[in-house]
């Protein structure tokens, strides 16, 4: 150990053609102590295989993973990597809970060579178990999935429209996007949401936007049979109006309060 600042230990070269060559180097070149070496660079390798095998972060089935991950219910249970160090690992926190919420055994997990799991059951997979469990999530909850789906398409179509405002922060003015840039946006992960859609299935995307016309259809005849009762009792037929309001399971006031879909 040296005793200039900042401090430096000094080392000594093993390879041969070093010739056994020594140098003073800062301590935070040293990430190891020498006999834990071989340890930390198949770890380092592990994790280049990992990044390595993850596509481009604007690739569709990247982003498409993303907006599966994001709907799903699963902040207790696995996450995803976005930084450049860990862009599409899959980060488990308990690979037994995430397995039996996709219903799944754990080999889903640790079929694939690059996936450890930790003492505490914890575990790092690659993108090909990232992408496996999107594909997953996406038919265990459609109705989730093609909601927030959906809510992006409107907003696109509204800020290909209007454009879009981004506030600065603090007191700094913000940024306004103009309504090109927008649908330039929109057109970049169209192809996202559409990949989306298949991973839900033709069936279950059907069944959604059945449902949907069919919400809406129901609260609009409440409406109407709100406006009924109202007639009634404002022509002194509470009886009446008392009868009608008995055939629903919910109070017929209620209608007022829901949103139809948008």
């Not at 070269?13 to 930390?40: I, K």
């Not at 799944?104 to 690059?114: K, Q, R």
């Not at 927008?182 to 057109?187: G, H, I, P, S």
Request: hydrophobic share 40%; aromatic share 8%.
């Amino acid at each position: 150990m040296g005793t200039k600042r900042p401090p430096r230990i000094k080392i000594r070269f093993a390879a041969d053609e070093e010739e056994g060559r020594e140098a003073w180097v800062p301590r935070s070149q040293l990430h190891v102590p020498w006999d834990q070496a071989d340890r930390w660079l198949a770890e380092e390798r592990r994790w280049k295989e990992l990044r390595a095998a993850t596509p481009p972060g604007d690739a569709p089935e990247r982003r498409a993973a993303n907006i599966v991950f994001e709907s799903c219910p699963w902040d207790e249970l696995a996450s995803v990597g976005y930084s450049r160090h860990d862009d599409g690992v899959l980060y488990v926190e308990d690979v037994n809970a995430f397995a039996e919420a996709l219903g799944e055994s754990t080999g889903f997990f640790t079929g694939d060579a690059l996936t450890v799991v930790r003492d505490d059951r914890s575990a790092e997979a690659p993108w090909a178990v990232t992408l496996a469990c999107a594909r997953k999530g996406a038919t265990l909850h459609t109705d989730r999935v093609m909601a927030d789906v959906e809510r992006e398409e409107q907003r696109a179509q509204r800020e290909a429209i209007y454009g879009s405002y981004t506030p600065g922060p603090g007191k700094r003015e913000g940024h306004h996007f103009s309504p090109e840039v927008c649908a330039q946006v929109d057109r970049e992960y169209k192809p996202a949401r559409d990949l989306v859609r298949q991973w839900c299935g033709a069936p279950a995307v059907e069944a959604y936007a059945e449902l949907r016309v069919l919400r809406a259809e129901v609260i609009r005849l409440g409406r109407i049979v709100e406006q009924a009762v109202g007639i009634l009792r404002q022509a002194g037929r509470d009886k009446d109006a008392a009868k009608i309001e008995a055939q629903f399971e919910i109070p017929v006031v209620a209608f007022r309060r829901m949103a139809p879909p948008s």
